[in-house]
């Protein structure tokens, strides 16, 4: 049982650059969401999604995009990266939208030059 | 959002003991407390969750007085490997939880 897993692990962009962090889990959860991680600091809510078809924002939003066509899968989206978002990212899901724990995936760390 | 206070940092030793406690002052009627346990290069990890009174698992215990304004993460024994960042989150969904900055807890030998 795979759990959540992100991919890739590691990534370096230049400013500018556009990409995708793939996350994806095995255990049919339905409520799926990403953090940011920056040192010293605890995880700030990207987005989330509480099911295929329908995301909504969070904390920090601003600067990226996700969408949710399956219920495996939530990729997030950075449109043109720039240099405050270097940052550790991590996925996770849970069996349900309410406070049921979540189980998170080891984390992407993205740096941008 | 119900906001929560935490020490920064513990430290321990091993076969001790550790108790964590967490503020939250304006937690909400349907709100729970949810507490992670996060090590370096790893996603948090669900410890425990409750509502009121006592939780306890295999790993550790929760303590939650009659007006839910603070809880207390208990940790039996700790080993070197609990050493981690511990977060303490109220809410009653989780897109309406907040980590904060955690409490650096150390565990010597």
């Known amino acids: 049982n795979a759990g959540v897993t992100q991919t890739p692990k590691f990534q370096v962009l230049k400013t500018g650059q556009s990409m995708t962090l793939q996350c994806a889990q095995d255990?049919?959860?339905?409520?799926m969401s990403w953090y940011r991680q920056d040192p010293g600091m605890g995880l700030r809510l990207i987005h989330y999604?509480?099911?295929?078809?329908?995301?909504d924002q969070g904390e920090v939003p601003n600067g990226y995009n996700v969408s949710r066509s399956t219920t495996e899968d939530f990729p997030l989206r950075l449109l043109s990266a720039a240099p405050s978002q270097t940052s550790v990212y991590f996925c996770?899901?849970?069996?349900?939208?309410?406070?049921?724990?979540?189980?998170f995936g080891d984390g992407t760390r993205l740096s941008i030059l | 959002l119900a906001k929560t206070t935490q020490p920064i940092s513990m430290d321990s030793y091993e076969g001790q003991e550790v108790n964590i406690t967490c503020s939250h002052n304006?937690?909400?009627?349907?709100?729970?407390i949810t507490w992670y346990q996060q090590f370096p290069s790893q996603g948090p990890r669900f410890i425990i969750q409750?509502?009121?009174t006592k939780v306890t698992n295999e790993v550790a215990s929760l303590f939650i007085p009659a007006d839910r304004k603070s809880s207390t993460l208990s940790l039996p024994r700790v080993s070197l490997s609990d050493t981690a960042v511990y977060y303490c989150l109220v809410g009653g969904n989780n897109n309406d939880m907040r980590f904060g900055a955690g409490t650096r807890l150390t565990v010597k030998p």
């Open positions: 999604s509480v099911g295929a078809g329908i995301t």
């Open positions: 255990m049919n959860h339905e409520y």
């Open positions: 996770a899901s849970s069996s349900g939208t309410g406070y049921q724990p979540q189980h």
């Open positions: 304006n937690i909400a009627t349907n709100d729970y």
């Open positions: 409750g509502y009121k």
